[in-house]
């Protein structure tokens, strides 16, 4: 998960580790940040579903998992 983040554009990431790593709302990750909340949720959606297609693709059997 950790090269996967370290993948994610400057953006993805910075909003990623907001919102999912240390518990921000998007509400206050886009006042932190001085992006629109819309960009904010734009850029999450974006940041979870490469690293969900990275650990899909590494490991298969987390498919079943994800349903």
Known sequence: IHELFSELPRRQREIFDLVDLQGFSPSEAAERTGMKP????????????????????????YRELSR
């Open 38 to 61: 819309v960009s904010v949720r734009a850029n999450l959606f974006k940041a979870r579903k490469a690293i969900r297609e990275g650990l899909l693709a590494t490991h298969p059997s």
